[in-house]
């Protein structure tokens, strides 16, 4: 059983282009994730959600959107795609929102051209 | 500033040896993470620590709160250890935002 799930695992895709890559944790945990990797594998979180409620929010694009329908599922939605925008992007999910290990997805990679 | 720095960036180890990656912070975390990343692109955690020492097979993780250091060791490594190790700190009072170190990519040969 996967516990953190996201999809798709590739997405290419055209500049000005809108998508979407959606997470769902069968864990049970109150708090998600999104994370950015970029080309040289160093990390940065995006936004964290702790049931349902936006608890971190980096700088980041007005231009990324994170919706979380329940507290099993994060999912994060681009627009007007650039090609900056390209990266691993890692969901991940922990118990509470202090102290506690993350558990992370298989990771998307997203390629903009 | 919350700062992370790991060191080595890089490290070749033939099978068999003791390996040690080293992560420093500034003051103040509430705990220091140890990640493991494969080839294949997935990320696992594989220690939480806010003091002392933790041991899971072959992996060992410490911190020394004064110093502001952790430290991963992997005895006995085995090129299937050859993989990007991270780790990541945690600041008192910043809800699970974890601030990054670079990674240590480590080859274990045979």
């Known amino acids: ?24 944790q069968n864990l049970g945990h109150d708090t998600m994730y999104w994370y950015k990797q970029d080309s040289k594998k160093f990390l940065k979180i995006m936004f964290s959600y702790n049931n349902k409620e936006l608890i971190i ?34 969901c991940a999910s922990s118990r509470g929102s202090y102290n506690s290990p993350l558990h992370f997805g298989n990771g998307t990679r997203l390629t903009v051209t | 500033k919350n700062e992370v720095e790991q060191s080595p960036q890089n490290l070749t180890a033939q099978e068999g040896e003791f390996i040690t990656i080293n992560c420093s912070y500034s003051v103040g975390i509430s705990a220091l993470h140890w990640l493991q990343q494969h080839p294949g692109g997935g990320i696992v955690s ?12 072959r992996l060992i993780a410490t911190i020394n709160i004064q110093e502001k250091h952790s430290s991963l060791h992997i005895t006995a490594s085995h090129p299937r250890d050859s993989a990007v190790y991270i780790c990541a700190a945690q600041w008192a009072g910043t809800a699970s935002k974890l601030t990054f170190g670079t990674g240590t990519r480590l080859q274990v040969t045979l």
Do not use: W
């Open chain 1, 57 to 90: 929010n980096e700088t980041v694009p007005n231009r990324f959107s994170p919706k979380s329908p329940d507290k099993a599922h994060l999912n994060l939605h681009i627009n007007s795609l650039e090609l900056g925008d390209s990266a691993v992007y890692f």
């Open chain 2, 46 to 57: 594989l220690f939480m620590l806010s003091s002392g020492k933790k041991k899971h097979g």
């Open chain 1, 1 to 24: 059983d996967t516990a953190v799930s996201q999809t798709p695992k590739y997405l290419v895709t055209q500049m000005g282009n809108d998508k979407s890559i959606k997470c769902e």
